[in-house]
């Protein structure tokens, strides 16, 4: 590693990789509030469905800095324009250091290639693994290539949800951290690659298809037909994430492949100006209109769907 910050002439950019629901935005959030952030620090997140619940998120962790939200797509794929747009909109600002969190399905490389931008500098991508479920989806036959493409394409590793599978280990070359360490951040933040040019030749030739899909909430619902709604999304739903209103209040819903967690939102907490979910799935967009159907039966009369894609 070199520690040598990049030139004064243009401003760096950190890449937070890693798969849907790895852990981006909590190490993000978690860098917004280390005491020893430098001044001037600027996140770009793109989340990749139509509302950008990340950039809520993060927003509220934020103290004034700058945040600039990219949603409606991924932005190795399809809206690299809104991120060149982005980043001329902080040229204009007095920022020093850009940390972007990518989508969930995002192949790093890809979007350090489009960091190479007049004024900016790459600096390094670091990959979020997610010790839960690391090994159960590299082995997947739909997402696999894309889990360990994410992570090869990594300068630095973190692992997280060590808590949830504390005997996990990471056999990787690339130097690794957990998201525990207590440097973490001080590390993440001066870790720069230097770039040979062959960071690209890791690219995917095929990548997976994903789709995102919201449902925006009309009606307050039942707390047991959330639960039921969770519990019967299809196998191809990866990542469900959003607020949602029930008679016993407004929930925060954040599901990890199998794993669903609702926070009830206490009365001091700001309320979310959308209230919906956002459910990400490999495949095409039928499969996910299908297992929301058979899931929004449980609670037909009290749900209303739409869907974008
Ligand atoms: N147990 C445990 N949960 C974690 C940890 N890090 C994140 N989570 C939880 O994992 C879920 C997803 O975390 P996020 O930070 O939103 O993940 P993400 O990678 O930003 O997700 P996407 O942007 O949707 O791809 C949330 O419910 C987090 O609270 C961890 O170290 N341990
Ligand atoms: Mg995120």
Redesign the pocket.
């Known amino acids: 590693m070199s520690d040598s910050v990049a030139s004064s002439h243009s401003i760096p950019i950190t890449l937070i990789g ?12 978690k860098i917004l509030s280390y005491p020893g952030l430098p001044p001037g620090t600027a996140v770009l997140v793109n ?2 469905g139509d509302i950008n ?2 950039e809520s ?1 993060i927003r509220g962790a934020s103290n004034d800095g700058t945040v600039i939200g990219l949603s409606n797509g991924c932005i190795c794929c399809s809206i690299s324009n809104d991120l060149s747009k982005a980043l001329d909109e902080l040229h204009g600002l007095e920022v020093e250091h850009v940390i972007m ?1 990518t ?3 995002a192949e790093p490389a890809r979007v350090w290639q489009h960091c190479h931008y007049p004024g900016f500098t790459p600096m390094a991508c670091v990959v ?1 693994i ?1 010790a ?1 479920s690391y090994a159960a989806r590299c082995q997947d036959k739909y997402v696999g290539s894309l889990v360990r493409a994410q992570a090869a394409q990594a300068h630095l590793h973190v692992v ?5 599978n504390p005997g996990f280990e990471l056999h990787h070359l690339t130097p690794q951290l957990s ?2 360490d207590p440097d973490l951040i001080e590390t993440i933040l001066r870790w720069q690659h230097v770039d040979d040019g062959t960071f690209t030749d890791l690219l995917l030739l095929n990548k997976p298809s994903f789709r995102a899909q919201t449902w925006y909430q009309e009606e307050t619902i039942a707390r047991n037909s959330l639960d039921a709604l969770l519990n019967n999304l299809g196998k191809s739903v990866q ?1 469900v ?1 959003g607020w949602v209103d029930t008679f016993e209040g407004i929930y925060k819903v ?1 599901k ?1 492949g199998s ?1 669903a ?1 609702m926070t009830k939102l206490k009365d001091n907490e700001p309320r979310p100006t959308i209230l919906g979910l956002v459910i ?1 799935a490999y495949g095409d967009a039928c499969s996910i209109s299908e297992s929301i159907e058979q899931a929004g039966a449980l609670a037909s009369g009290q749900i209303t769907m739409t869907f974008s894609s």
């Open positions: 890693g798969y849907l629901g790895a852990g981006k935005t909590t190490l993000i959030n989340d990749f619940i990340d998120l969190e989508s969930g399905v979020l997610d839960s997280s949800k060590a808590d949830l998201s525990q990542r994430k954040s990890v794993v967690t990400i």
